[in-house]
């Protein structure tokens, strides 16, 4: 129990995570307990198991598994953050928990999955369970299935997406498991509950037996709309309803909700694939068509009627086909073939569905003037075709087509299009069927029913009751005012038969309301009938805003009664039926009239009326006033007492005074009476009579307002205008035009005829009485306010004069916004009905206005010839045939919609590749939109979208059109045609940034003023989300505008669950975005808003609102200004009326400043600079280089802003006014420091626009400029940013300009700036930017660059001197010669400065200087009298510490920098060892200080800081100073060390984990080896170039060759970089000797692996690398060091031999390479280092002694190795047996003995008989003594073997070894077993190990060839050779290996490494052999060794050096190189010493 008590005490999450399933499982246990406990979802101590949660559910135990199942699903039941395991948990539950075989583990997992479901994390669980189906095990399939329905049931099809499993379903029917089918079909079945016959057709191609099966299931599935039973947290209402339900037990209305919102949800349609046909078309098609025999056509259309069955079609442009196919319709004499083509349009219909919608309006009138045939089967496919067109589009769109045909003379047609009508309103609800549409249909079917053909009648009687019946009789009744009772009933009795496509539900509720217009007649009680309507307008939340905003002022709606307030209240929103109806009384007779009259007068009063004396006449007024106010509405009898008015004398009263108080009474009863206008058609005649009179006019107007409320002023209007121009009395003429004036601005535009007043206008104007003319005027004045700029279209034929006067008048309006109606509300202030009078109010006045208009028919004259001429390829005639288009509609002004085949040839002119004719077509539609009006609509899809795409164009101006277009057609068309289908969405899906700004813009515009928009618009989210993210700034800052007007149609629900698709990181972003918008979303629209966004169409704009709430909305939206001051502006209304209105817009401009100057000045595009770069480079953009700036560089820069610098500041960056340049620096200035990241990712850009400046002549933008600059790099060096080349390049020598300045403090700054500028970017590429300044004409520039470069080397010594410290001082000392004194001074100065660093070596560095300019140069030294001194230096070495750290960090931090500060580095290098001689240091050490430097870049693949160092532009080849050869130049190590940091790094970067990176360096290598004059500087870095190549390898084939996501392609790349550039290098002769024997091996070894590797073969271009490397491997063999590649080889025979893992063929290609070596061999003999090679061969045959050999399963190895053998006996003859030098023992050498035998047969025994005998004597002796040994071998190995003895034996037997170290244990280890042979072997490696500690053993070479290995864990085998000190004492491999693990812990290496070591066995077998270190381990010694010797290295015997490279230690075989090599070295080192003293 003890280990348990410890985990006991553990805390429970890490129980959880226990290696003891007991610990576990309590751990499960009381997680359980402890989420059941947590009561707050949001509490802190869920997030510790977040990452745990996945390993409950996979747990390995079953018994643990189940209670971490339950524990988990509390977790997912309880945890706020439980979602954020969905993907891994569930996976987890698929793949682990399904399989399992206990049940309850099976349910847990169910139940999981479902409450991640429940959770909100559907999708997730869903795409992994369907992940779950591709499984092999069936159990799995099985359970996933099963949780896939449980699923559905429980959640339904709203929740759980059908598509996805419907795609599947096909698939896992055809399953071989019975139990998979078997769910599958009960899966079916669940799905069947919820989309019925929706499923059918995707799985109509199962097998037959199941699908007969499931057909049998299906019957049995109830007919009840399932529900959904369990839901998620954010339908908790939905939930709490449900449970009310279950508990009263009924079934409420809420269901049906629900039935509702689920059955259309799924559409079989939309779970289909679609189809693409176009290109299966046949060839011959369209010639087909046309053919003369009809059985062509016939063939031509079966084949599209085949295509066609397709249930689903791709969308595509089927233009020519449906022309086609109309034609054959239209015109074709055969009526089998119009049959079918009717057939072909009907399939077309039905596949595209909205798509067909376009080509709607040209097929709809053909088919309806085919509807003449008579045979009943043409009929039947005309009428399919019809009904399946109809579907695609609606009735608005094809509304002019039909009624077009409803006056056709032929019965038939009449009857079929009535029909048709019938048909197609089933399909309406009363919203797609308003009373625009109504009205004239209505009025068209009335004909029909009044027609002399029965079956006309009949269709006309069905159309009608279908229209009844889904309008509702309050809709259609007012259109059937005059129509006879029968006729009225038998409409609704076809009413009642008539069945809707949508079910009952739209019926319902109007039927319900259709009893409330009845009481029209009948006064109802003020009081029920209008709570009844306040409530019904509380409880739809819809129309109670509306009630609101009518309250605040809406005019009356026509025809509303006036008999009632109640009935008014229930508003009927009718034409002008309702008003004969309900404002009309029947007239009463006279008799009547008095009698009802006495009834409410006194008697007197009565009496008196036509009384003679006028006094009597005024006193019965008097009385008649006061009975009129005493009055109660209700008793009033109003058209009795207007009569008693109206008796004689009536209006003809002459006395004024009674005729005042006549005109006051009729005012009076009008305003306190129930008048109707048949009263009013009683005094109305008089009241215009007397309106024109000075005394009682205004009477009279008054009664006339009066009149107006009661009876609506349209009516009352029309019959006073009417009736004062049937009179000749110019006065009351122009009084009631002036009366008409004011009642307009009172009562509101509302429902007025203005084509009845036009006409009267008219005549006013012609008037010869100015008066009459200037009223008309005015009027015309008022009306504009309402109707807009339209108006003017009706006077444009008016005399000129008249037309100004008229203008003028226009003009004054246009500043203001019709007043609000003051009058003719109180009545109907209830208005409950109001909900869509509004909105039809509106479409009729911008209507009416439009529908007056004569319109022409243009269509003849769009001619055959002018569409071609528009199609033409020559520009100049397509520009004709525009130019005619435009003046055809000019000349008719207003046009029909026919426009023939224009609509096609003007879109084909939209992508005209000459944008001239591009806009010019866009300036022709918008014509079109203005002349054709809101008929345009039709050519919305077909003509209206091509111009939405055109806003993609990138110039600015055909987008500016292209917007105007756009938007004069929506102004005619409204938004709804633009926003249904799925053509808008299409559009922003196009990765267009133009086209996403603007149509985002666009619609962010057009959004807010709508009430309702078509469910298409959800189709936009997607790409509005990618647009959220798009690379282009203004694209991001569109998207978030438009984001809260999407967010306000479509609700936030929606659109957050539209993000459910996006990538988890781009989802979190949008949702943040779309939280924002929450708060910012504006509501929707009232009315109103509507109205003002189509002012200009003609609308009464902002009419009901009153202006605060305005002024509000426009300050209150921070989101919203824009759109508001576009609606502010509509229609030209700059300022408004009211105050405060009027104050926003005035002050527009500071508000738009406000509003954008808020958001950041710089926006992030991410990889924008790096884009821009690689345009450069690409030469896309102009390179920014120029002597002054031209307007292209300008244009180029403002382009590439846009995108990333906020709008309002590039404007001020680009002004042409230097002032705004000043502000922009100033903005830049505030926003530097809060905006680092911005700055700095549009650096290059600030920078070029800072370089534009520089030629500004203003010095105040100038100071400004250096004031940022400043500023900015101060910023840019705390960031540690560095500068890359781009954006030096571009700068730094327009800034150097600027130190010529005659100006000291520009001087000054600029100077300051170059200073500060050498912290962000390397002073030594900053040498080439200055020094080019000194060959600048003007002397001041001269003077102070050649100061600046004195500064530099000052600062940074020689080494920033570029490209050579000769050539720059050689430069400088030109200008000692210079006419400028100061020029001469600082050249001068600038040498000075450089003696003072650097002493004599100046003057050879300067070369020739002519006497004068000498003799002045040694004055100024002397003068200076510095003598040189190490300070500078120390200076010079502090400076570059400093930026080399920055350098350092910044490259970690920034990965932009690609700038390594090699000069510095080195210099620090030098440096570190004090003073200048440090230079002279020889190369051998440098290298590797370098390998140092670069350790971990080449030992292993993460290269922390290195590889960050430089992934942009790593190094321009340019960089790589040419190679000096030493005797030119003194400082030639200086330079080298240079080049060598550079190639350092550059190889460290080819081992690169990245390939782009790795691909890079290896191509700036491979561009080096090529140049010749460059190829020496690689020298001396070979093995550190191969190493990181073959790293690479190895990385690609273990790393990447596995990686999934990676292209293969990038892999193929990388390999055909690596092969290339080696050989490359393999060609340059004296570069491939340098490669030593280790790295040679690897190399080989790594190619060789590459051959082999089957995935490469694999690969496209596998073949072709194969071929590369077997070209690659033969260049190796043949051009490197012949020794080194032998000697690799064999070492690689052997450890492919030894080692078990590798594959047989791998040693036979080592092979192959060795019998190519072989064959070599006769040419390379002399070359070849025989003894090392010997060494080699001996080391094989002692580790395979032939026995073992002859055990190979292939015989190769052995007769490759006696080829070899063979054939250098052959070349060397005897005296190969010199070549022995190297073997220890070499008696004992199976080696030895095998060439004697050789030598044997090949040669005659003459003068070598002596030398054999010896040898051969000698080989006797040793037989005889080994039979001594082997007794003594025998009693050890006794030892060994019994169980006491076996220490003893062993170490006997080691010292044994040791004594005689050619003895052979061989043969006794061979008998005995495998385990025992390797326990003997670690027996005595452990006493070896135990003794090398304590002493140290010498040998006989004084070089230990003891493994290192021996001291560490067996798999560290670095092979390290002891260095001889001065004392001649060894040290040993383990001081050394101590070392080594230190170096290797410090680049982070791992000491113990299994890889590319050589294997195990090699040392196991033989202890004591010496192998080739792997090139790692070789660096790693000689790093060990240079450390060592860093004392001594007087002693360094530069062999030691060599062996290092071989790996093994031995001396060299030609002493006297070596001695010749130490002597140099010698001298060098006394140098050195004497420098430090």
Known sequence: MGDDSEWMKLPIDQKCEHKLWKARLNGYEEALKLFQKIDDEKSPEWSKYLGLIKKFVTDSNAVAQLKGLEAALAYVENAHVAGKTTGEVASGVVNKVFNQPKARAKELGEDICLMYIEIEKGEAVQEELLK????????????????????????????????????????????????????????????????????????????????????????????????????????????????????????????????????????????????????????????????????????????VELLVKNPKLESGDYADLVKALKKVVGKDTNVMLVALAAKCLAGLATGLRKKFGQYAGHVVPTILEKFKEKKPQVVQALQEAIDAIFLTTTLQNISEDILAVMDNKNPTIKQQ???????????????????????????????????????????????????????????????????????????????????????????????????????????????????????????????????????????????????????????????????????????????????????????????????????????????????????????????????????????????????????????????????????????????????????????????????????????????????????????????????????????????LNVKAFISNVKTALAATNPAVRTSAITLLGVMYLYVGPSLRMFFEDEKPALLSQIDAEFEKMQGQTAPAPTRGISRHNVGGGGDDGEEEEQEEVGNDVVDLLPRTDIGDKITAELVSKIGDKNWKIRKEGLDEVTSIINEAKFIQPNIGELPAALKGRLNDSNKILVQQTLSILQQLATAMGPNIKQYVKNLGI???????????????????????????????????????????????????????????????????????????????????????????????????????????????????????????????????????????????????????????????????????????????????????????????????????????????????????????????????????????????????????????????????????????????????????????????????????????????????????????????????????????????????????????????????????????????????????????????????????????????????????????????????????????????????????????????????????????????????????????????????????????????????????????????????????????????????????????????????????????????????????????????????????????????????????????????????????????????????????????????FLIATFMQLRLIYNTHMADEKLDKDEIVRLYSCIIGSMITLFQIESLAREASTGVLKDLMHGLITLMLDSRVEDLEEGEQVIRSVNLLVVKVLEKSDQTNILSALLVLLQDSLLATASSPKFAELVMKCLWRMVRLLPETINSINLDRILLDIHIFMKVFPKEKLKQCKSEFPIRTLKTLLHTLCKLKGPKILDHLTMIDNKNESELEAHLCRVMKHAMDQTGKADKDTEKGASRIEEKASKAKVNDILAEIFKKIGSKENTKEGLAELYEYKKKYSDADIEPFLKNSSQFFQSYVERGLRLIETEREGKGRIATSTGISTQMEGTCVPASTHTVSSSIGNTNGEEVGPSVYLERLKILRQRCGLDNAKQEDRPPLTSLLSKPTLPTVASSTDMLHSKLSQLRESREQYQHLDLDSNQTHSSGIGTTLASPSSAAANIDDLKKRLERIKSSRK
């Open 132 to 303: 779950g189906l591709d499984n092999k095990n069936p159990k799995i399939i099985v359970a996933c299935i099963e949780t896939l329905r449980k699923a559905l049931s429980e959640f339904g099809s709203k929740i759980i997406s059908l598509k996805p499993i419907i795609k599947v379903l096909p698939k896992l029917f055809e399953s071989r498991e019975k139990a998979v089918r078997d769910e599958a079909k009960l899966l079916a079945v669940e799905i069947y509950r919820w989309i019925r016959d929706a499923l059918r057709p995707p799985l109509q191609n199962i097998n037959s037996v199941q699908l007969k099966e499931l057909e049998e299931e299906w019957i049995k599935v109830s007919s009840a709309a399932p529900k959904q039973t369990r839901f998620l947290r954010s339908q908790q209402e939905l939930k709490a309803k449900f449970e009310q339900q279950q508990g009263l037990g009924g079934d409420a209305d809420g269901g049906d909700d629900d039935e509702e919102e689920v059955v259309p949800q799924v559409d079989a349609y939309e779970l289909l694939e679609a189809v693409e046909i176009l290109s299966k078309l046949p060839k011959d098609f369209y010639e087909k068509i046309e053919a003369k025999k009809w059985q062509e056509r016939k063939e031509a259309l079966e084949a």
């Open 417 to 751: 299009t009535s029909l048709f009508i019938a048909r197609s309103f089933r399909h309406c609800t009363p919203s797609t069927l308003p009373k625009s549409l109504l009205k004239p249909f209505c009025a068209a079917l009335l004909k029909h029913i009044n027609d002399s053909a029965p079956e006309v009648r009949d269709a006309g009687f069905e159309a009608l009751g279908t229209a009844l019946k889904v309008a509702g009789e309050k809709a259609v009744n007012p259109f059937l005012a005059d129509v006879d009772k029968l006729k009225l009933d038998r409409i609704k009795e076809c009413a009642e038969k008539v069945e809707l496509v949508y079910g009952k539900k739209p019926g319902g509720p109007a039927e319900k309301k259709e009893g409330k217009p009845i009481t029209g007649k009948t006064a109802a009680l003020p009081g029920p009938a209008g709570d009844k309507e306040t409530k019904d307008a509380a409880t739809r939340p819809g129309p109670l805003k509306k009630t609101s905003a009518m309250k605040a002022g809406v005019p009356p709606k026509k025809g509303k009664p006036a008999t009632s307030a109640g009935t008014g209240g229930a508003g009927t929103k009718g034409k002008k039926g309702p008003e004969t109806k309900e404002i009309f009384e029947s007239e009463l007779s006279i008799e009547v009239c008095e009698e009802k009259a006495a009834a409410v007068l006194p008697a007197s009063c009565i009496q008196q009326l036509d009384s003679g004396n006028w006094k009597e006449r005024l006193a019965c007024m008097e009385e008649f006033q006061k009975a009129v106010e005493l009055m109660e509405r209700s008793e009033m009898p109003c058209q009795a007492l207007v009569r008693m008015l109206a008796k004689k004398p009536g209006w003809k009263e002459t006395n004024f005074q009674v005729m005042q108080m006549k005109l006051h009474i009729v005012a009076l009863i009008a305003q306190k009476g129930n008048f109707s206008k048949t009263s009013a058609q009683v005094v109305l005649d008089g009241l215009v009579d007397k309106v024109g009179d000075v005394k009682c006019g205004t009477n009279a107007k008054e009664a006339m307002t009066a009149i107006a409320e009661a009876c609506q002023l349209p009516w009352t209007a029309e019959q006073v205008v009417a009736m004062a121009f049937s009179q000749k009395n110019p006065k009351n003429q122009s009084e009631t035009l002036n009366w008409l004036s004011n009642a307009i601005k009172e009562f509101g535009f509302s429902g």
């Open 946 to 1584: 091509p111009v939405i795409t055109v806003l993609g164009d990138s110039k600015n101006n055909v987008r500016a059109a292209a917007l105007a277009t756009v938007n004069a057609w929506a102004e005619q068309t409204g938004m709804k045609e633009w926003l249904e289908g799925e053509d808008l969405s299409e559009e922003l899906k196009k990765e267009n940034p133009f086209l996403r700004q603007e149509l985002l813009g666009w619609l962010a515009e057009k959004l807010p003023a709508l009430r309702s928009v078509p469910s298409d618009l959800l189709l936009c989210v997607p790409h509005l989300y990618s647009c959220l993210e798009d690379r282009n700034g203004d694209v991001r800052k569109k998207a978030q505008d438009a984001l809260p007007f999407f967010m306000m149609h479509l609700g936030f629900e929606k659109m957050a669950k539209a993000t459910g698709k996006l990538k988890p990181t781009s989802k979190d972003q949008v949702l943040a975005m779309l939280e924002k918008a929450k708060a910012n979303m504006p509501a929707k629209p009232a009315p109103l808003a509507k109205t003002s966004s189509r002012v200009v169409g003609g609308a009464a704009p902002a009419k009901f609102q009153p202006a605060s709430a305005f002024a509000d909305d426009l300050g209150s939206n921070t989101m919203e200004p824009k759109p508001d001051l576009k609606k502010a502006k509509a229609g030209g209304l700059s300022s408004k009326t009211k105050g405060v209105q009027g104050k926003k817009v005035i002050s527009k401009p500071n508000l738009k400043e406000d509003d954008d100057k808020s958001g950041p000045i710089f926006i992030i595009v991410p990889n924008g600079k790096e884009q821009r770069m690689k345009e450069e480079k690409a030469l896309k953009v102009l390179k920014w280089n120029f002597t002054t700036p031209r307007d292209e560089y300008i244009e180029q820069l403002k382009t590439q802003m846009s995108t990333c610098v906020a709008k309002w500041l590039q404007d001020e960056m680009f002004h042409a006014d230097f002032q705004h340049h000043n502000k922009a620096l100033t903005v830049m200035i505030e926003h530097l420091e809060s905006e680092k990241d911005g700055v700095i990712s549009c650096l290059d850009l600030i920078l070029k626009w800072l370089t534009l400046r520089f030629f500004d002549t203003n010095t105040s933008v100038l100071m400004k400029t250096l004031e940022y600059l400043k500023l900015l790099f101060n910023l840019l060096n705390q960031e540690e940013y560095h500068l890359t080349e781009n954006e030096a390049s571009s700068f730094i020598p327009y800034l150097i300009l600027k130190v010529g300045e005659p100006k000291d403090v520009i001087r000054k700054d600029v100077r300051a700036i170059l200073n500060r500028m050498c912290l962000i970017y390397p002073a030594s590429k900053m040498f080439p930017f200055i020094m080019e300044g000194t060959k600048s004409k003007n002397s001041k520039q001269r003077a102070e660059c050649l100061e600046e470069l004195g500064c530099l080397v000052e600062s940074y010594g020689m080494n920033v001197c570029q490209p050579t410290p000769g050539k720059a001082l050689k430069e400088m000392a030109t200008h000692i010669g210079d006419r400028d004194n100061a020029v001469r001074n600082a050249a001068l100065n600038t040498i000075v400065t450089v003696y003072n660093v650097h002493g004599d070596q100046v003057f050879k560095l300067i070369g020739n200087l002519s006497e004068k300019d000498m003799s002045m140069l040694e004055e100024r030294i002397k003068r200076s009298a510095k003598r040189p001194t190490s300070a500078p230096v120390r200076q010079a070495e502090e400076k570059p510490q400093r930026t080399q750290n920055v350098s350092a960090n910044a490259s970690m931090m920034r990965k932009g920098q690609a700038e390594d500060m090699s000069s510095k580095l080195n210099q620090n290098r030098n440096m570190g060892s004090h003073s200048e001689t440090a230079h002279s240091v020889p190369r051998e050490f440098q290298l590797d200080l370098d390998e140092i430097e670069n350790d971990n870049g080449t030992v292993r693949c993460e290269m922390p800081a290195l590889v960050q160092h430089k992934l942009d532009d790593i190094f321009e080849p340019v960089l790589i100073p040419e190679p000096k050869i030493r005797a030119v130049s003194p400082h030639f190590d200086d330079m080298h060390s240079n080049t060598a940091s550079t190639i350092n790094f550059v190889i460290s970067q080819v081992a690169s984990g990245d390939i782009n990176t790795s691909i890079q360096a290896l191509t700036q290598i491979d561009e080096v080896l090529k140049q010749e004059d460059k190829a020496e500087a690689m020298s001396g870095h070979i093995d550190q």
